[in-house]
């Protein structure tokens, strides 16, 4: 018997061998294979119903808009407005690549023979005028009217998304109408061309060097300003997915530029907890639907605290940047949101946030129950809008990069959404499930 | 069904697995497939005692103290098994999530996982005691080893 126990110890032996042979978790993991991005639960937005059918581009060519078009000499840069505008014309032009019609129109006044301000042109001619100067500039264009015939023209085709650039003064000739509640009636009557709930707007901002004459919106006497930096700005109209569609792919230039988007609604960012990241106590991510947390220990001298990771690459940058002003609501838990950054400014990210763009970290010391806790964005106020406006616009020098009126014409246009669900809600409203183990 | 009988068995000695970021391993891979692979060690050992040696074959070794070898072997094999899923199923979800543990918890970790070794090693000659008594009937010259009920 003795012999078949050696042999059997002997096998023992063996085996601790291999038992204590083995290595630890945790030493030596960093040549294990390369990590595998964790699965998230994405929010789809509903299949493109109305695609992207048209573009259409429309340039104000009045002579309020020559200094920013001017003629350059072999090897110059040109103004920051021919740069821009030349890429978003570009951009747009190479839209036609992928099914999408383009069209590119003339913004000049109405005149005895014609009472439309829009006057088809091509690109080839749009270009040239911007890379080199306005012939035959117009006298004036009028802003309501502009904004009529645009949305008529969009509203004749359906999948139609209009691009504006100009520097949107608003003049009349009727100067005892040039006041900010009037301004932002007539613009608001000129939208009412189309249904609220079925258009967004976006409005980019930029500044360009400024060559020649200045007519201010005031209607006093013309300056002539010598590079000075003035406003001009980009209005993006038509159906909310397609114009953030539009932002994305052809606006990407002005994407850190002040803008405020009306009416406009995103899809919810993918998000979850992140394992392995500023996190403390008993707890583990769940993928959800929705995500969240189960928590296996807690109290109030040990507090559980993880962090939550937002995919914000779908919202618009001002909306990025305001992500320090998430709200949490608790439920019926005592959880306080402790602080948020983005995943370039804040602590190295692991490979399981490496999804997420923006993170919060929230603190929790009391569940009672399963709860759900809701993680909300509010619209980043676009204050850069009081900045770049002005009631007077006579002497332009020394007022700087003002645009008359601004505020109203912009006033008209949050009057006009006045009502619709957009313009009350969130960002993003994104629930996160923590319930006892 | 398999995960949540197994989980509950390692989890009513061990309790909940620590560090917590960790659970949803062992409650989705490590405490099922461990659980798993060890009924099937035991079951595999027992048919080896009982049936290859004690029927198929005609060997000597059919008396207690074999068996007591035998039983010895599905402890040890239980507790390798079950340390080298842990540590294999820990460390592909530490690389794949690039979790770093603190050195607080890469202690209590390696506690926790020789906890669950022992427990499994545990387990393992349960299930071979348990499946003794269930194979036992097909063996020639081990029908009373280790103790002659019920035949």
Redesign the interface.
Same mark, same amino acid.
């Given at each position: 018997?003795s012999v078949?126990?050696k042999g059997?110890l002997s096998?023992?032996a063996a085996?601790?061998l291999?038992?204590s042979g083995?290595?630890?978790?945790?030493?030596g993991?960093t040549e294990?294979?390369?990590?595998?991005p964790?699965k998230t639960v994405a929010a789809t937005a509903s299949p493109a119903a109305s695609a992207l059918k048209q573009v259409q581009v429309f340039v104000d060519v009045s002579g309020g808009m020559n200094g920013f078009v001017p003629v350059n000499k072999p090897g110059d840069a040109g103004s920051e407005f021919q740069r821009t505008v030349t890429a978003l014309l570009s951009g747009v032009e190479g839209q036609t690549g992928r099914g999408v019609r383009t069209s590119y129109y003339y913004v000049k006044e109405a005149t005895a023979q014609s009472s439309k301000v829009l006057q088809p042109a091509s690109y080839a001619d749009v270009s040239q005028t911007v890379s080199s100067g306005i012939r035959n500039a117009a006298k004036g264009s009028d802003l309501t009217t502009m904004l009529r015939e645009v949305l008529q023209r969009q509203q004749a085709q359906p999948g139609t998304v209009s691009i504006i650039v100009s520097d949107f003064i608003y003049a009349p000739a009727n100067t005892k109408n040039v006041w900010g509640g009037k301004v932002s009636a007539d613009v608001k009557d000129a939208l009412s061309v189309a249904d609220p709930s079925k258009l967004a707007v976006s409005v980019f901002a930029n500044t360009s060097a400024f060559r020649g004459r200045f007519y201010p919106g005031r209607r006093t006497a013309p300056e002539t300003l010598t590079g000075q930096q003035l406003p001009y700005y980009v209005w993006v109209l038509g159906p909310a997915p397609l114009v953030a569609q539009v932002n994305r792919t052809v606006l990407g230039s002005l994407a850190g530029q002040p803008q405020v988007h009306f009416n406009a609604t995103f899809p919810t960012p993918t998000y979850g907890a992140v394992?392995?990241?500023q996190?403390q106590?008993?707890?583990?991510?769940?993928a959800g639907p929705p995500p969240g947390v189960?928590v296996? @220990?807690v109290s109030a001298q040990e507090p559980v605290k993880f962090v939550v990771g937002f995919d914000l690459k779908n919202l618009p940058q001002p909306a990025q940047a305001g992500f320090q002003t998430l709200e949490l609501d608790p439920a019926n838990t005592d959880a306080k949101l402790l602080k948020t950054w983005a995943a370039t400014t804040g602590p190295a990210v692991? @490979?399981?946030g490496?999804s997420y763009s923006h993170f919060a970290q929230v603190q929790l010391s009391r569940l009672p129950s399963s709860q759900t806790l809701h993680l909300r964005l509010a619209p980043a106020t676009p204050s850069w809008v009081a900045a770049y406006s002005t009631t007077d616009d006579s002497r332009i020098m020394q007022q700087g990069a003002k645009t008359f009126l601004l505020g109203s014409v912009l006033q008209g246009v949050t009057d006009f959404f006045a009502g619709q669900p957009a313009a009350s809600a969130p960002l993003f409203d994104a629930p996160l499930l923590v319930k006892p183990? | 069904m398999l995960q949540k009988l197994f989980t509950t068995l390692y989890q009513a000695v061990l309790g909940n697995p620590d560090p917590a970021s960790l659970i949803p391993v062992y409650r989705q891979s490590i405490f099922p497939g461990v659980g798993l692979y060890t009924f099937f060690l035991a079951l595999a050992l027992a048919l080896l005692f009982y049936v290859v040696l004690n029927r198929v074959l005609t060997t000597p070794y059919f008396k207690s103290s074999h068996w007591a070898v035998v039983l010895l072997l599905s402890a040890v094999l239980g507790a390798t098994i079950a340390w080298q899923k842990a540590a294999a199923d820990i460390n592909a979800q530490l690389a794949s999530t690039g979790q770093q543990l603190a050195v607080g918890e890469a202690a209590t970790l390696k506690r926790y996982l020789w906890g669950f070794t022992a427990t499994n090693a545990l387990v393992a000659a349960l299930f071979f005691v348990l499946l003794s008594f269930l194979v036992k009937s097909l063996s020639v010259s081990a029908r009373t080893t280790p103790v002659r009920w019920p035949n």
């Open positions: 018997m078949y126990l059997g096998w023992l085996s601790l291999v038992v083995c290595t630890a978790p945790g030493e993991q294990k294979q390369a990590p595998t964790p394992t392995g990241y996190g106590g008993g707890w583990f991510a769940v189960q296996t @220990a692991p @490979a399981a490496k183990d | -």
